[in-house]
């Protein structure tokens, strides 16, 4: 229930940051009052993050007030924040993985003695957790605990701080449909109990659903502040970008060929040494994109990984074309050709140190064309390939020659691109290629992958954004716990609520279905297509 | 205050601040350290005057710079070799040791009357040795992640134990009167002088493996694998280079040159094998190349300032009468320096105007 | 076993030095920093505490001056590693050449001299316990401090609130940042007491265990100490073993060589060095099975707040 007293919660007026000479915001007003679910919403780069950075703490503004509770407030630091009664659950959840959770908790407290009173820490835990209804064990490490709960362990924290303002970061990427929903009982629940909670997302379905009133920032400025009840998607993704969007890609049906990628009862491990992918079988065909929807964390890294020969595949086979490639260099995978696009642009898909060049060398300087007298590189060769693509793929940068950590993410990812899919390639493993991007980008590289997919490539699409999976797949596997639990041969006659159940661990063959068609009414196996 | 400081990432550097950044870490190093030598009672002036005249004042003076900036040159290659994969081989000294002991021994158990085939035979020696002393440490970090940083060192003390062993012992001159060394080397035995000064023929190497450096790194497919490893392991298994093999042919090829260095001393320059012929060559290396960012160039301008520095620190040993350990002073205010300059590389300083809000 | 006592009670007195170095190095890593510099700063702790000692006749004064002096170089390191970011590494090693030479430097006028130093004071009562007795409570007073220490170290990391800011800032800084704690301060204040203890071990050399004052004394003893801090999983229980243990190393090569067998000098030198890569190895293997806990997550990992301006 939103109660607009006499004064706002919170009230930020004007908030000017800038950064290198970007403006990452510029005359912004925010306001939040009790009990009240308000949205801050944007494209990435909007500067969502740098003003809750702000109101957080974190960083400090150029200009502009920032009121609590009526009582003008200047923050320094996260401490002064604190005390102001604002918590933030960042989306990197700010938790040390190998303390435990209540060691967490107690982390940084105020009010601490000098000797740490587990005890009272515990107890207080619980009472937050009946009063608001979230459920974590407190003595458990926090890396033994999935995702959903270690949020759940952020969000005590913020509680357990008295706090009375909760700013939560993009908190849905990382949960599936179930677990999004639990989260918004959670913060009903919060509501309920008289706090403000900011909601910062560009998941419009979710925004829609959760929100009292909605802030749409772009570029740094705010555009409108609105009632949830006087919008639509339409209307908000339209001020998000300021022009019409459109929300189908023009994806034309194709007919999917023969296998091109069969992997068979992989058993991969991860870094830890424990096993991440578990006796996984899977098939891509030539002109179809195969989705791979779970939520990340099941082993979908590692699965890919091993698909494209950079980690070791313990068990079973992976046959391109037929050939057999387990036990094989990386390289022999590229020369079959497997072209991979990690998750991790910066981690190990790019050497951000080196230049444009060097990254397009990075997984080309063996090719003959490349080399000269078999031990040197032909570097006149790759600068000019270089710059075909960089122009092909529109990458905007600052010289060939300039390290690649000065390209914006959108631009690494189209390098990433450009290398990768230059070369024909007959399969292509994407992973969350469109995280992190604004539409146009992401639009950019969707299109991009359905070219490959029309030129005849087997894409493999490993999203946690179900939206996206959705909306491009030909076919979907569902994967939990290193596992597949099921393939979806028509994404059209699925719901999420499905999705969301296998994601969570349900196989496909447990789903009952009402209408009685596959099922022979003994019980026994129902079609694996609904 | 109307004006605050901003710092601001720095993504490129020209060649410009490259050179002279180095430049300017010295100087302030040597100022740092000359009010450390005045802490300690001595004058700086004196000391810094004496040690220039002594080591660039005359044309021997000169070569004796050069004489010791061969060792530096070819070890700061072997030690900046590794680093460039972040593969810390702080072992140069033993592995130095390590090429000095084969040498020796080739010299002992394979004699030969002709120089080519002696002085072949003990670079063989030299390098096998030096290589598989670099050997065991990269295949403890390939196999196990060994910290190489505590194997190599560790390996140092071993060494020269090692080398003592066969001075003192087996190996030692009867005729040495109370000081161990091994007999004095025949003349096949020997590197050629250059002119009749002590310059030998290990410049040529010297100057050789900075060219074979400059060319491997930039030019070849392996300088690239390098590079890569160096600047992200990840993104390198991603592109299909092999860590593990790397490193241990990496720590095998910069164990293999550092042995050359030793080699060289002894065929070059002493002649002999004693106890402690190296005062630390293989350490100065870390800071040879460390000072010269790796780059070959800067490896060899360094060595002959590190030349200047230790043949004038043999002056004012004679002179004045300091410990050779003022110059390790010296060096570690000049590493500090350099490290602290180093966030000038990062950084660039503003001084903005604090804008009225 | 009666032949055992002494050398075990001499394998406390040579592992002492090292456990201090350790457990100093202990803190610093576990806050994220590494400090390659100990076996400089051990130098710089002897020297400093044989001539304080030497010219005040008070070796308590010495050790608080070897402290001190261990603090005031650490810090050096702590802004390159801290502040600057730069490679800690090298910064280390820079520590241990000016560590080194300095304590030549200074030192060239005391090599050779003795002072009266730490005497042995037997603990009563506790002395007289058969084994124990003699092995851990017939030493001197920095000795029962090191006893001490441990323990403090031990309630401290694992009870008090500070040592839990501790353990989360050598994981996740960023972390320890965002609940408004100073990341860069505690790595700070870590260092500089890290490399106070590891020149208070310094000058339990030339104090209490020789008495005089000789170049290079520690004889790579900073290094094994390193080296230690792995073998101990970052533990102060555990780096009580392996100090222990080469002492033990250390003792039994004394010995040896005072029995004076035909085993050559030289050889018998190499012993620690060896017996620290093997226990290295041994450590490392181990780790591969993934046995034990890892290294604290941002060891060595320069941490910038980069937007504060």
């Given at each position: 229930?939103?109660?607009?007293?006499?004064?706002?919660?919170?009230?930020?007026?004007?908030?000017?940051?800038?950064?290198?000479?970007?403006?990452?915001?510029?005359?912004?007003?925010?306001?939040?009052?009790?009990?009240?679910?308000?949205?801050?919403?944007?494209?990435?780069?909007?500067?969502?993050?740098?003003?809750?950075?702000?109101?957080?703490?974190?960083?400090?503004?150029?200009?502009?007030?920032?009121?609590?509770?009526?009582?003008?407030?200047?923050?320094?630091?996260?401490?002064?924040?604190?005390?102001?009664?604002?918590?933030?659950?960042?989306?990197?959840?700010?938790?040390?993985?190998?303390?435990?959770?209540?060691?967490?908790?107690?982390?940084?407290?105020?009010?601490?003695?000098?000797?740490?009173?587990?005890?009272?820490?515990?107890?207080?835990?619980?009472?937050?957790?009946?009063?608001?209804?979230?459920?974590?064990?407190?003595?458990?490490?926090?890396?033994?605990?999935?995702?959903?709960?270690?949020?759940?362990?952020?969000?005590?924290?913020?509680?357990?701080?008295?706090?009375?303002?909760?700013?939560?970061?993009?908190?849905?990427?990382?949960?599936?449909?179930?677990?999004?929903?639990?989260?918004?009982?959670?913060?009903?629940?919060?509501?309920?109990?008289?706090?403000?909670?900011?909601?910062?997302?560009?998941?419009?379905?979710?925004?829609?659903?959760?929100?009292?009133?909605?802030?749409?920032?772009?570029?740094?400025?705010?555009?409108?502040?609105?009632?949830?009840?006087?919008?639509?998607?339409?209307?908000?993704?339209?001020?998000?970008?300021?022009?019409?969007?459109?929300?189908?890609?023009?994806?034309?049906?194709?007919?999917?060929?023969?296998?091109?990628?069969?992997?068979?009862?992989?058993?991969?491990?991860?870094?830890?040494?424990?096993?991440?992918?578990?006796?996984?079988?899977?098939?891509?065909?030539?002109?179809?994109?195969?989705?791979?929807?779970?939520?990340?964390?099941?082993?979908?890294?590692?699965?890919?990984?091993?698909?494209?020969?950079?980690?070791?595949?313990?068990?079973?086979?992976?046959?391109?074309?037929?050939?057999?490639?387990?036990?094989?260099?990386?390289?022999?995978?590229?020369?079959?050709?497997?072209?991979?696009?990690?998750?991790?642009?910066?981690?190990?898909?790019?050497v951000?140190g080196m230049?444009?060049?060097e990254?397009?060398?990075?997984?080309?300087?063996?090719?003959?064309?490349?080399?000269?007298?078999?031990f040197f590189i032909?570097?006149?060769?790759?600068?000019?390939?270089?710059?075909?693509?960089?122009?092909?793929?529109?990458?905007?940068?600052?010289?060939?020659?300039?390290?690649?950590?000065?390209?914006?993410?959108?631009?690494?990812?189209?390098?990433?691109?450009?290398?990768?899919?230059?070369?024909?390639?007959?399969?292509?493993?994407?992973?969350?290629?469109?995280?992190?991007?604004?539409?146009?980008?992401?639009?950019?590289?969707?299109?991009?992958?359905?070219?490959?997919?029309?030129?005849?490539?087997?894409?493999?699409?490993?999203?946690?954004?179900?939206?996206?999976?959705?909306?491009?797949?030909?076919?979907?596997?569902?994967?939990?716990?290193?596992?597949?639990?099921?393939?979806?041969?028509?994404?059209?006659?699925?719901?999420?609520?499905?999705?969301?159940?296998?994601?969570?661990?349900?196989?496909?063959?447990?789903?009952?279905?009402?209408?009685?068609?596959?099922?022979?009414?003994?019980?026994?196996?129902?079609?694996?297509?609904? | 205050?109307?004006?605050?400081?901003?710092?601001?990432?720095?993504?490129?550097?020209?060649?410009?601040?490259?050179?002279?950044?180095?430049?300017?870490?010295?100087?302030?190093?040597?100022?740092?350290?000359?009010?450390?030598?005045?802490?300690?009672?001595?004058?700086?002036?004196?000391?810094?005057?004496?040690?220039?005249?002594?080591?660039?004042?005359?044309?021997?003076?000169?070569?004796?710079?050069?004489?010791?900036a061969i060792p530096l040159v070819i070890s700061g290659v072997a030690v900046a070799l590794a680093f460039r994969m972040k593969v810390w081989n702080i072992g140069a000294e033993g592995q130095i040791y390590l090429g000095?002991?084969?040498?020796?021994?080739?010299?002992?158990?394979?004699?030969?009357?002709?120089?080519?085939?002696?002085?072949?035979?003990?670079t063989?020696?030299a390098i096998i040795a030096g290589g598989a002393w670099g050997y065991v440490a990269g295949f403890l970090k390939s196999?196990?992640?060994?910290?190489e940083v505590?194997t190599t060192l560790?390996l140092n003390?071993?060494?020269?134990?090692?080398?003592?062993?066969?001075?003192?012992?087996?190996?030692?001159?009867?005729?040495?009167?109370?000081?161990?060394?091994?007999?004095?080397?025949?003349?096949?035995?020997?590197?050629?002088?250059?002119?009749?000064?002590?310059?030998?023929?290990g410049?040529l190497a010297a100057v050789l493996l900075v060219l074979l450096f400059r060319l491997v790194i930039r030019w070849t497919r392996w300088g690239f694998e390098i590079r890569a490893i160096g600047d992200n392991p990840?993104?390198a298994?991603?592109?299909?280079i092999n860590y593990g093999r790397n490193v241990v042919l990496l720590m095998f090829i910069s164990g293999a040159i550092a042995g050359l260095a030793g080699m060289t001393?002894?065929?070059?320059?002493?002649?002999?094998?004693?106890?402690?012929?190296?005062?630390?060559y293989g350490y100065t290396a870390i800071i040879v190349a460390w000072l010269a960012r790796l780059n070959p160039w800067g490896i060899m301008m360094v060595s002959?300032?590190m030349?200047?520095?230790?043949?004038?620190?043999?002056?004012?040993?004679?002179?004045?009468?300091?410990?050779?350990?003022?110059?390790?002073?010296?060096?570690?205010?000049?590493?500090?320096?350099?490290?602290?300059?180093?966030?000038?590389?990062?950084?660039?300083?503003?001084?903005?105007?604090?804008?009225?809000? | 076993?009666?032949?055992?006592?002494?050398?075990?009670?001499?394998?406390?007195?040579?592992?002492?030095?090292?456990?201090?170095?350790?457990?100093?190095?202990?803190?610093?890593?576990?806050?994220?920093?590494?400090?390659?510099?100990?076996?400089?700063?051990?130098?710089?702790?002897?020297?400093?505490?044989?001539?304080?000692?030497?010219?005040?006749?008070?070796?308590?004064?010495?050790?608080?001056?070897?402290?001190?002096?261990?603090?005031?170089?650490?810090?050096?390191?702590?802004?390159?590693?801290?502040?600057?970011?730069?490679n800690?590494v090298v910064?280390?090693l820079?520590?241990?050449?000016?560590?080194?030479?300095?304590?030549?430097?200074?030192?060239?006028?005391?090599?050779?001299?003795?002072?009266?130093?730490?005497?042995?004071?037997?603990?009563?009562?506790?002395?007289?316990?058969?084994?124990?007795?003699?092995?851990?409570?017939?030493?001197?007073?920095?000795?029962?401090?090191?006893?001490?220490?441990?323990?403090?170290?031990?309630?401290?990391?694992?009870?008090?609130?500070?040592?839990?800011?501790?353990?989360?800032?050598?994981?996740?800084?960023?972390?320890?940042?965002?609940?408004?704690?100073?990341?860069?301060?505690?790595?700070?204040?870590?260092?500089?007491?890290?490399?106070?203890?590891?020149?208070?071990?310094?000058?339990?050399?030339?104090?209490?265990?020789?008495?005089?004052?000789?170049?290079?004394?520690?004889?790579?003893?900073?290094?094994?100490?390193?080296?230690?801090?792995?073998?101990?999983?970052?533990?102060?229980?555990?780096?009580?073993?392996?100090?222990?243990?080469?002492?033990?190393?250390?003792?039994?090569?004394?010995?040896?060589?005072?029995?004076?067998?035909?085993?050559?000098?030289?050889?018998?030198?190499?012993?620690?060095?060896?017996?620290?890569?093997?226990?290295?190895?041994?450590?490392?293997?181990?780790?591969?099975?993934?046995?034990?806990?890892?290294?604290?997550?941002?060891?060595?990992?320069?941490?910038?707040?980069?937007?504060?301006?």
């Amino acid at each position: 229930m939103v109660s607009v007293g006499p004064v706002p919660l919170v009230s930020m007026r004007g908030i000017e940051k800038t950064f290198v000479g970007v403006k990452a915001n510029s005359d912004v007003d925010l306001d939040l009052e009790r009990g009240e679910v308000h949205t801050l919403l944007g494209e990435n780069g909007a500067g969502k993050s740098t003003l809750m950075n702000i109101l957080s703490g974190l960083y400090t503004v150029d200009s502009g007030a920032i009121v609590i509770n009526g009582e003008p407030r200047v923050f320094r630091s996260p401490r002064d924040a604190i005390r102001a009664g604002i918590g933030m659950v960042h989306q990197h959840f700010m938790l040390v993985p190998t303390l435990s959770v209540w060691e967490n908790v107690a982390l940084g407290l105020e009010d601490q003695p000098f000797l740490l009173d587990k005890g009272r820490v515990i107890e207080r835990v619980g009472d937050i957790q009946k009063r608001y209804g979230i459920h974590v064990d407190p003595l458990a490490p926090v890396w033994q605990l999935s995702i959903g709960e270690q949020q759940r362990v952020a969000i005590i924290k913020t509680l357990y701080r008295s706090a009375d303002i909760l700013i939560l970061d993009e908190p849905t990427s990382v949960l599936t449909p179930q677990e999004t929903r639990a989260l918004f009982r959670t913060i009903r629940q919060i509501t309920a109990e008289g706090h403000g909670v900011i909601f910062i997302s560009h998941k419009l379905d979710e925004v829609m659903d959760i929100s009292d009133r909605i802030t749409v920032l772009r570029k740094g400025k705010k555009v409108a502040t609105v009632n949830v009840k006087d919008v639509t998607k339409e209307s908000l993704a339209e001020m998000m970008v300021g022009r019409r969007v459109v929300f189908q890609i023009g994806k034309t049906l194709q007919n999917p060929g023969r296998v091109i990628l069969e992997a068979r009862e992989l058993v991969v491990r991860g870094d830890r040494g424990r096993v991440r992918v578990d006796h996984f079988s899977l098939d891509v065909r030539q002109r179809e994109i195969l989705g791979l929807a779970g939520v990340s964390g099941n082993g979908q890294e590692e699965l890919c990984d091993a698909l494209a020969g950079i980690r070791k595949t313990e068990k079973g086979s992976v046959r391109v074309d037929g050939y057999e490639l387990v036990g094989k260099s990386t390289r022999e995978f590229q020369k079959r050709g497997i072209s991979y696009i990690p998750a991790d642009r910066i981690g190990t898909g790019l050497v951000t140190g080196m230049n444009l060049r060097e990254n397009i060398a990075l997984r080309k300087y063996w090719r003959k064309e490349f080399t000269r007298f078999r031990f040197f590189i032909h570097w006149e060769n790759i600068a000019g390939r270089t710059g075909q693509l960089v122009e092909r793929y529109s990458v905007v940068n600052p010289g060939l020659g300039f390290p690649a950590k000065m390209l914006s993410g959108g631009n690494l990812q189209k390098l990433m691109l450009a290398r990768e899919l230059s070369d024909d390639p007959r399969v292509v493993i994407a992973v969350q290629p469109t995280w992190g991007l604004d539409v146009s980008a992401t639009l950019f590289v969707r299109e991009t992958l359905l070219e490959q997919r029309d030129k005849g490539a087997g894409v493999l699409l490993v999203s946690d954004d179900l939206e996206e999976i959705l909306s491009l797949s030909d076919r979907i596997a569902v994967i939990h716990n290193g596992r597949l639990m099921g393939i979806v041969e028509d994404p059209d006659s699925v719901t999420e609520e499905q999705m969301g159940l296998m994601m969570a661990g349900t196989r496909l063959e447990e789903f009952s279905n009402p209408v009685g068609e596959g099922s022979d009414g003994q019980g026994k196996e129902v079609s694996p297509s609904l | 205050m109307r004006y605050r400081i901003v710092l601001r990432r720095r993504f490129k550097t020209g060649a410009f601040f490259e050179g002279i950044l180095p430049v300017i870490s010295i100087v302030a190093a040597l100022l740092f350290s000359g009010g450390a030598l005045l802490l300690f009672g001595v004058s700086p002036l004196a000391a810094y005057r004496a040690m220039f005249r002594g080591a660039l004042g005359s044309g021997y003076g000169l070569s004796e710079v050069i004489v010791k900036a061969i060792p530096l040159v070819i070890s700061g290659v072997a030690v900046a070799l590794a680093f460039r994969m972040k593969v810390w081989n702080i072992g140069a000294e033993g592995q130095i040791y390590l090429g000095a002991l084969a040498s020796a021994a080739a010299v002992r158990f394979l004699p030969s009357d002709s120089q080519v085939v002696m002085l072949l035979t003990m670079t063989v020696a030299a390098i096998i040795a030096g290589g598989a002393w670099g050997y065991v440490a990269g295949f403890l970090k390939s196999r196990w992640n060994v910290n190489e940083v505590i194997t190599t060192l560790m390996l140092n003390y071993v060494g020269i134990h090692l080398a003592d062993y066969f001075i003192y012992g087996p190996w030692r001159d009867p005729s040495s009167l109370g000081f161990p060394m091994t007999p004095p080397f025949p003349p096949s035995a020997r590197l050629p002088l250059f002119f009749g000064t002590r310059v030998h023929l290990g410049i040529l190497a010297a100057v050789l493996l900075v060219l074979l450096f400059r060319l491997v790194i930039r030019w070849t497919r392996w300088g690239f694998e390098i590079r890569a490893i160096g600047d992200n392991p990840r993104a390198a298994e991603y592109a299909g280079i092999n860590y593990g093999r790397n490193v241990v042919l990496l720590m095998f090829i910069s164990g293999a040159i550092a042995g050359l260095a030793g080699m060289t001393e002894i065929a070059g320059l002493q002649g002999r094998l004693q106890p402690g012929f190296s005062p630390g060559y293989g350490y100065t290396a870390i800071i040879v190349a460390w000072l010269a960012r790796l780059n070959p160039w800067g490896i060899m301008m360094v060595s002959f300032f590190m030349g200047v520095l230790l043949v004038g620190g043999d002056t004012i040993q004679v002179i004045m009468r300091l410990p050779l350990a003022s110059v390790q002073v010296i060096q570690g205010c000049i590493l500090f320096s350099v490290l602290g300059f180093e966030f000038f590389r990062n950084y660039r300083v503003l001084l903005l105007r604090r804008e009225r809000g | 076993m009666d032949l055992l006592i002494p050398i075990m009670a001499a394998a406390v007195r040579s592992g002492t030095p090292i456990l201090y170095a350790t457990l100093g190095e202990i803190l610093t890593e576990r806050s994220g920093v590494q400090n390659l510099g100990l076996e400089g700063l051990m130098l710089m702790g002897a020297f400093s505490g044989f001539s304080v000692t030497y010219t005040t006749g008070n070796p308590w004064l010495g050790v608080l001056t070897a402290f001190f002096v261990g603090v005031a170089i650490s810090a050096v390191h702590a802004f390159l590693s801290v502040s600057v970011g730069a490679n800690q590494v090298v910064s280390g090693l820079a520590v241990t050449m000016f560590g080194t030479g300095a304590s030549s430097l200074l030192g060239r006028k005391m090599i050779g001299l003795t002072v009266k130093g730490f005497g042995k004071v037997p603990v009563p009562f506790l002395s007289d316990i058969p084994v124990a007795g003699p092995v851990l409570f017939d030493h001197d007073p920095l000795v029962y401090i090191s006893y001490g220490l441990v323990l403090l170290l031990l309630w401290f990391i694992f009870r008090t609130r500070h040592g839990l800011n501790l353990r989360a800032v050598g994981e996740s800084p960023v972390v320890v940042d965002a609940m408004g704690l100073s990341a860069v301060r505690l790595r700070y204040f870590y260092t500089m007491i890290g490399g106070g203890m590891a020149a208070v071990g310094g000058a339990y050399l030339s104090l209490a265990y020789t008495k005089m004052w000789g170049e290079g004394m520690s004889a790579g003893r900073g290094w094994i100490a390193v080296a230690l801090v792995i073998f101990a999983v970052w533990h102060p229980a555990r780096a009580v073993l392996g100090a222990y243990l080469f002492g033990g190393v250390g003792a039994m090569q004394l010995r040896i060589q005072a029995a004076g067998t035909s085993f050559p000098t030289p050889i018998m030198m190499m012993m620690p060095y060896l017996f620290t890569i093997l226990v290295l190895l041994v450590i490392s293997v181990k780790k591969g099975k993934g046995i034990l806990i890892d290294a604290p997550g941002a060891l060595g990992v320069p941490y910038s707040r980069e937007d504060r301006t």
